[in-house]
Each structure stands twice: as structure tokens, then as C-alpha cells.
């Protein structure tokens, strides 16, 4: 007894089986071809399916589940909210003691087009943010390691 070989593809429609059809076996044969259109989607459908499961067995981080690993970031991170100070730059400290983390900034309110560039120094107690524009209202920070 053979096996159907597979090709990992979406078949777009099952081949139904006619009446008018004549009977005949064998890899290309009619009545074996909705088994392999069928075999065709499962492996397609296996492939996809493997994809995701290890995006999410990466996204976890070695944590037994996505909410743990929400959970641990969420430990791992500091935010909070600042004004822009322009050229003068506006420091936060925080207590991270190094300079492997990223800043993420958003301003809170409408800039009216005059934040200009915004320049982030980071050190190892703190960090300054810097604008160019003439705009000085709030942000929010978040801090991840």
C-alpha cells in the first residue's frame, strides 16, 4: 500500500467525485483526487500552524504563558509623564544603574508642529530628552530593559 504524496498548498476546491467519472487508483488518479486535495490543505494548514506556535513559543520569552511574559515586562519597565524643556533638555532619573534600555516617548497633547527633533541622551542614573521646536508640553516615558 502507497501514501498520497503531500505538497504543503491551499487547494482552493475538494474535486467532487461525478457519476460520469470512471473509476481509477493510483497517485493521479479521479478518486484520489479529493483525498489529495484534502492532504494538500492538512499539510498546508500543519506548516501555518507550526509557524504561529513557535512565534508564540518566542514571544513567551521561556514563560509558560503570553500573560506571564506581559507580566514580566511589565516589572521591567518605568513610565511616567515629563514636559519638553527644549535645547535646556528635561533629565529623569530613574534606578536602572546602565544604558541597555530604550526610551519610548509620546506626547500627550497637540504639538501644533513645533516639537522639532527630539534627542534622547540616556546615562546610567538617568536620561535627558531634548527638543528642537519651541514646544513644552507633556509627554509620557516608559523605560524597557
Do not use: C
Request: hydrophobic share 35%; no cysteine.
Amino acid at each position: 500500500m502507497a501514501n498520497l504524496n503531500e505538497t504543503a498548498k491551499w487547494e482552493e476546491g475538494i474535486y467532487q467525485i461525478e457519476e460520469a467519472d470512471p473509476v481509477m487508483g493510483g497517485p493521479d488518479g479521479i478518486d484520489n483526487l479529493p483525498h489529495k486535495h484534502l492532504a494538500n490543505r492538512t499539510a498546508y494548514l500543519k506548516q501555518e500552524h507550526e509557524k504561529v506556535a513557535n512565534e508564540i513559543a518566542a514571544a513567551r520569552g521561556g514563560k509558560a504563558s503570553l500573560s506571564d511574559r506581559l507580566a514580566g515586562l511589565e516589572t521591567q519597565t518605568m513610565q511616567g509623564e515629563s514636559t519638553f524643556a527644549g535645547t535646556a533638555g528635561r533629565s529623569i532619573s530613574h534606578n536602572l544603574g546602565h544604558t541597555n534600555y530604550i526610551v519610548n516617548l509620546t506626547a500627550l497633547e497637540d504639538t501644533q508642529g513645533d516639537l522639532g527633533d527630539v534627542r534622547v541622551a540616556r546615562a546610567a542614573n538617568a536620561f535627558t530628552v531634548y527638543n528642537t521646536g519651541g514646544f513644552r508640553g507633556q509627554f509620557r516615558y516608559q523605560l524597557m530593559t
